[in-house]
């Protein structure tokens, strides 16, 4: 398990914005060692290199959650870009009033790192956990009529660090502000070209304590129109929801994509079948 890195210390964002912002050896050992290499050495597609990848047999004393939080830092280096953004997803009650919903993927973004990922506050608000890799792709639903940016943000930050960022944003509500949005993937010639900042509608944004991963999500309109007043996913899939984001079912996109996303990695860590 990589050293552990200290508990960040909260940073200060700036206040609540009254409206929404405008957009802008032995032989033995030989052989041991071969085999380690061996075991290192697979094919992957997301990263393109997986020399440095973890082990999946888990060092003795380790348990299980921590052999599973370390792979979680290097297992997009491995996992193939089909099993964490699968090209068709497929959930039988996510949409409003629980109806069936599909999606297929309109493309992968090139492995990064996390800058102008997201807007600046939510940005600064995530400093403190670091960023190792920024992973995304965006999903149309099956009538094309709406689009959605799934990401994976891997971070620096130890077990203590990923809890001390989750109760920050669960006790000062910032995945609700509307100043703190992820900031969409439009691949070209797709019905996402048109998914900027101004169009983007619903958006999801959590942290996971047992994974170094931060997942998040947004969605928007595929016709390109502009939302003035974007809704959190939790407020959108309200029953009692009557915004236009909630009742095109932008909300129930935007969390069930980061749901199913989320499993694909935490089964790719844990070395186990989706």
Known sequence: ??????????????PRPARPPSVA?????????????CAIL?????????????????PPGRTAAEAAYARAATVWETAPVDRLFPPAVH??????????????????APDTGCADAF??????????????????????????SSVTTVGLLVTEADADGMRALHDRFAAERL???????????????????RFGEAQRASW???????????????????????????????????????????EAGLGHDATALAAHVERAYRAAARGGAR
């Open 175 to 193: 995945d609700e502000r509307p100043d703190m949005l992820p900031r969409p993937y439009a691949p070209s010639g797709t019905p996402a070209e």
């Open 204 to 246: 999801r944004v959590g942290m996971l304590t047992d994974l170094p991963v931060v997942v998040w999500s947004v969605s928007a309109f595929a016709d390109g129109r502009p939302v003035a007043r974007p809704q959190p996913a939790a407020r959108a899939v309200a029953p009692t929801a009557t915004t236009a984001p909630a």
């Open 119 to 144: 807007d600046p506050a939510l940005a600064l608000a995530l400093r403190p956990a670091g960023c190792t890799r920024l992973l995304r792709a965006t999903y149309a639903d099956a009538t094309s």
């Open 1 to 14: 398990m990589p050293a552990p890195v200290p508990t960040p210390v909260p940073v200060a964002l700036p």
């Open 25 to 37: 050896g032995s032989g033995r050992a030989g052989r041991g060692a071969a085999a380690a290499v």
């Open 91 to 108: 959930d039988a009650t996510a949409g409003p009033g629980g109806a069936s919903r599909d999606w297929i993927r309109l493309g992968v």
């Open 42 to 58: 697979g094919t992957g597609l997301l990263g393109g290199a997986a020399a440095g990848g973890w082990l999946t047999a888990r």
